[in-house]
C-alpha cells in the first residue's frame, strides 16, 4: 500500500527557511517520480518542484533558485530544502509520487499524494 507522510512545516519569518520531508513506504522511491505541489486557500494546487527517477529536477519559475528537491533512495524520503521563503509561500505543502518517470509540475498526473503540511511565512 502505498503511503506518504509529509513533515517540516512550521511557520517562519520572511527571510527564513524551512525543509520538508516526504517518507514513502509500499514502493521504492528510485522508481517513481515524485513532486512538491501546494495550495494556498481559494487557489488552485500547483506544482512547485518535482523529481525525476533520474534525479533530473525542474521547478516553478516562482521558487526557482530558493527551492531545491531532493531524495535519499536508500531512505525512501524526499525532500524540499526552501531558502528565502516569502509570504507569497504559505500554502499546504503535499508531496506525490508516480510511477516511472516525468518532470510534469501538473498535479493531475500524479497517482498518490500526503496529507500535506502547513507552512507559514509572515512578513
Known amino acids: 500500500q502505498v503511503q506518504l507522510v509529509e513533515s517540516g512545516g512550521g511557520s517562519v519569518q520572511a527571510g527564513g527557511s524551512l525543509r520538508l520531508s516526504c517518507e514513502a513506504s509500499g514502493f521504492p522511491l528510485s522508481t517513481y517520480s515524485m513532486g512538491w505541489f501546494r495550495q494556498a486557500p481559494g487557489k488552485e494546487r500547483e506544482g512547485v518542484a518535482v523529481i525525476g527517477t533520474d534525479s533530473r529536477t525542474r521547478y516553478a519559475e516562482s521558487v526557482k533558485g530558493r527551492f531545491t528537491i531532493s531524495k535519499d533512495n536508500a531512505k525512501n524520503i524526499l525532500y524540499l530544502q526552501m531558502n528565502s521563503l516569502k509570504p507569497e509561500d504559505t500554502a499546504m505543502y503535499y508531496c506525490?509520487?508516480?510511477?516511472?518517470?516525468?518532470?510534469?509540475?501538473?498535479?493531475?498526473?500524479?497517482?498518490?499524494w500526503g496529507q500535506g503540511t502547513q507552512v507559514t511565512v509572515s512578513s
Open positions: 506525490a509520487a508516480r510511477a516511472g518517470w516525468t518532470l510534469t509540475l501538473g498535479p493531475d498526473r500524479y497517482n498518490y
